[in-house]
Protein backbone atom coordinates (compact mmCIF):
# COMPACT_ATOMS: atom_id res chain seq x y z
CA UNK A 1 0.00 0.00 0.00
CA UNK A 2 1.56 3.71 -1.03
CA UNK A 3 1.95 6.32 1.24
CA UNK A 4 -0.89 8.23 -0.36
CA UNK A 5 -3.46 5.80 0.71
CA UNK A 6 -2.04 5.31 4.31
CA UNK A 7 -2.28 8.90 4.69
CA UNK A 8 -5.82 9.16 3.28
CA UNK A 9 -6.97 6.25 5.84
CA UNK A 10 -5.51 8.02 8.88
CA UNK A 11 -7.24 10.95 7.40
CA UNK A 12 -10.40 9.26 7.71
CA UNK A 13 -9.73 7.77 10.89
CA UNK A 14 -8.91 11.48 12.26
CA UNK A 15 -12.28 12.78 10.98
CA UNK A 16 -13.91 9.30 12.58
CA UNK A 17 -12.39 8.98 15.88
CA UNK A 18 -10.66 12.35 16.53
CA UNK A 19 -6.95 10.35 15.83
CA UNK A 20 -5.49 7.96 13.68
CA UNK A 21 -6.29 4.65 15.03
CA UNK A 22 -2.78 3.30 15.84
CA UNK A 23 -2.30 6.32 18.08
CA UNK A 24 -5.91 5.67 20.27
CA UNK A 25 -4.97 1.66 20.26
CA UNK A 26 -1.56 2.42 21.77
CA UNK A 27 -3.46 4.62 24.49
CA UNK A 28 -5.94 1.97 25.31
CA UNK A 29 -2.89 -0.53 25.29
CA UNK A 30 -1.17 1.69 28.02
CA UNK A 31 -4.68 2.62 29.75
CA UNK A 32 -5.89 -0.46 29.91
CA UNK A 33 -2.13 -2.37 30.56
CA UNK A 34 -2.76 -4.61 27.79
CA UNK A 35 -0.94 -5.42 24.50
CA UNK A 36 -2.16 -5.16 21.27
CA UNK A 37 -3.31 -8.67 20.95
CA UNK A 38 -5.10 -8.31 24.24
CA UNK A 39 -7.15 -5.64 22.42
CA UNK A 40 -7.25 -7.64 19.43
CA UNK A 41 -8.65 -10.28 21.72
CA UNK A 42 -10.94 -7.58 23.12
CA UNK A 43 -12.30 -6.19 19.87
CA UNK A 44 -12.22 -10.21 18.48
CA UNK A 45 -10.83 -9.54 15.53
CA UNK A 46 -6.76 -10.84 14.91
CA UNK A 47 -3.68 -9.34 15.87
CA UNK A 48 -3.10 -8.75 12.05
CA UNK A 49 -5.96 -6.98 11.66
CA UNK A 50 -5.64 -4.59 14.29
CA UNK A 51 -2.23 -3.86 13.08
CA UNK A 52 -3.58 -3.18 9.52
CA UNK A 53 -5.96 -0.91 10.90
CA UNK A 54 -3.21 0.63 13.10
CA UNK A 55 -0.43 1.12 10.71
CA UNK A 56 -3.56 3.13 8.55
CA UNK A 57 -3.75 -0.11 5.68
CA UNK A 58 -6.94 -0.20 6.57
CA UNK A 59 -9.35 3.19 7.20
CA UNK A 60 -11.56 1.10 9.37
CA UNK A 61 -12.72 -2.80 10.94
CA UNK A 62 -15.29 -4.02 9.05
CA UNK A 63 -16.85 -6.46 11.06
CA UNK A 64 -19.88 -4.74 12.81
CA UNK A 65 -19.36 -6.24 16.24
CA UNK A 66 -15.76 -5.62 16.58
CA UNK A 67 -15.98 -1.90 15.45
CA UNK A 68 -18.62 -1.47 17.86
CA UNK A 69 -16.75 -3.20 20.37
CA UNK A 70 -13.98 -0.07 19.42
CA UNK A 71 -15.94 2.08 20.04
CA UNK A 72 -16.86 1.18 23.07
CA UNK A 73 -13.47 0.48 24.81
CA UNK A 74 -12.79 4.39 23.00
CA UNK A 75 -15.83 5.29 25.25
CA UNK A 76 -14.73 3.64 27.86
CA UNK A 77 -10.97 5.15 27.81
CA UNK A 78 -13.24 8.70 27.67
CA UNK A 79 -15.32 7.65 30.63
CA UNK A 80 -12.44 6.59 32.46
CA UNK A 81 -10.09 9.57 31.99
CA UNK A 82 -13.03 11.67 32.65
CA UNK A 83 -13.72 10.19 36.09
CA UNK A 84 -17.35 9.00 35.05
CA UNK A 85 -16.12 5.37 35.26
CA UNK A 86 -13.42 4.16 37.99
CA UNK A 87 -10.15 2.89 36.55
CA UNK A 88 -10.55 -0.08 39.29
CA UNK A 89 -14.22 -1.02 36.93
CA UNK A 90 -12.39 -0.60 33.73
CA UNK A 91 -11.46 -4.85 33.39
CA UNK A 92 -14.83 -5.78 34.23
CA UNK A 93 -16.16 -4.03 31.36
CA UNK A 94 -13.68 -4.55 28.65
CA UNK A 95 -14.94 -8.08 29.77
CA UNK A 96 -18.60 -7.18 29.51
CA UNK A 97 -17.48 -5.56 25.94
CA UNK A 98 -15.54 -8.66 25.14
CA UNK A 99 -19.21 -10.13 25.26
CA UNK A 100 -21.22 -7.50 23.49
CA UNK A 101 -22.71 -8.28 20.11
CA UNK A 102 -25.04 -5.12 18.76
CA UNK A 103 -26.69 -3.36 22.01
CA UNK A 104 -26.66 0.23 20.49
CA UNK A 105 -25.37 2.49 18.27
CA UNK A 106 -22.18 5.25 18.14
CA UNK A 107 -22.43 8.58 16.47
CA UNK A 108 -20.59 6.59 13.77
CA UNK A 109 -23.74 4.12 13.36
CA UNK A 110 -21.11 1.21 15.34
CA UNK A 111 -22.83 -0.86 17.89
CA UNK A 112 -21.97 0.05 21.75
CA UNK A 113 -22.51 -0.22 25.04
CA UNK A 114 -24.42 2.15 26.53
CA UNK A 115 -22.43 4.33 28.81
CA UNK A 116 -22.01 3.90 32.98
CA UNK A 117 -23.30 7.44 33.68
CA UNK A 118 -26.09 5.68 35.20
CA UNK A 119 -23.84 3.70 37.08
CA UNK A 120 -21.09 6.14 38.23
CA UNK A 121 -22.87 9.26 37.61
CA UNK A 122 -19.96 11.90 37.18
CA UNK A 123 -20.01 15.01 39.55
CA UNK A 124 -18.91 17.21 36.50
CA UNK A 125 -22.20 18.48 35.06
CA UNK A 126 -19.87 20.04 32.19
CA UNK A 127 -18.95 16.13 31.64
CA UNK A 128 -22.86 15.55 31.64
CA UNK A 129 -23.93 17.78 29.00
CA UNK A 130 -20.93 16.72 26.92
CA UNK A 131 -21.90 12.96 26.93
CA UNK A 132 -25.15 13.74 26.91
CA UNK A 133 -25.30 16.13 23.65
CA UNK A 134 -22.85 13.66 21.79
CA UNK A 135 -25.45 11.02 22.53
CA UNK A 136 -28.24 12.86 20.92
CA UNK A 137 -26.38 14.42 17.90
CA UNK A 138 -25.05 10.44 17.17
CA UNK A 139 -28.88 9.71 17.77
CA UNK A 140 -29.78 11.65 14.49
CA UNK A 141 -26.33 11.54 12.48
CA UNK A 142 -23.64 9.80 11.66
CA UNK A 143 -20.07 11.44 13.01
CA UNK A 144 -19.50 11.57 8.81
CA UNK A 145 -22.35 13.41 8.50
CA UNK A 146 -21.73 15.37 11.35
CA UNK A 147 -18.47 16.46 10.24
CA UNK A 148 -20.82 16.91 6.59
CA UNK A 149 -23.19 19.58 8.01
CA UNK A 150 -20.58 21.27 9.97
CA UNK A 151 -18.59 22.14 6.69
CA UNK A 152 -21.64 23.39 5.43
CA UNK A 153 -22.35 25.79 8.28
CA UNK A 154 -18.61 26.84 8.82
CA UNK A 155 -18.61 30.45 6.64
CA UNK A 156 -22.04 31.46 7.62
CA UNK A 157 -22.11 29.95 11.28
CA UNK A 158 -18.73 29.02 12.63
CA UNK A 159 -19.52 28.83 16.16
CA UNK A 160 -22.06 26.02 15.51
CA UNK A 161 -20.22 24.32 12.93
CA UNK A 162 -17.41 24.19 15.70
CA UNK A 163 -19.99 22.74 18.63
CA UNK A 164 -21.03 20.40 15.75
CA UNK A 165 -17.58 19.06 14.84
CA UNK A 166 -16.46 19.03 18.59
CA UNK A 167 -19.34 17.58 20.31
CA UNK A 168 -21.00 15.86 17.46
CA UNK A 169 -17.87 13.87 16.42
CA UNK A 170 -14.91 14.82 18.43
CA UNK A 171 -13.60 13.67 21.64
CA UNK A 172 -15.06 13.44 25.05
CA UNK A 173 -12.25 15.97 26.82
CA UNK A 174 -12.61 18.35 24.29
CA UNK A 175 -16.21 18.27 24.16
CA UNK A 176 -16.18 19.34 27.94
CA UNK A 177 -13.36 21.70 27.28
CA UNK A 178 -15.71 23.41 24.77
CA UNK A 179 -19.14 23.29 26.90
CA UNK A 180 -16.24 25.17 29.74
CA UNK A 181 -15.08 27.97 27.33
CA UNK A 182 -18.61 28.26 26.17
CA UNK A 183 -20.72 28.51 29.54
CA UNK A 184 -17.81 31.62 30.75
Known amino acids: MDATAIARNQELQRQWYGA ?14 TTQSGLAEILGISPAMLSLVMRGQR ?8 AARL ?21 G ?3 EIRASRTPGQDSMGAVVLPH ?21 LGSRASAVDI ?31 LVRAIGR
Open 116 to 136: HETEAPSADPDLRFALRLRDL
Open 93 to 95: VLA
Open 20 to 33: PLGELCRDLCERFG
Open 71 to 91: SAVLHLAQEVRAGAVPAGEAP
Open 147 to 177: LAAAALLDEDHPGLAEVLRVCGAGRTDEAVA
Open 59 to 66: ARIANPDA
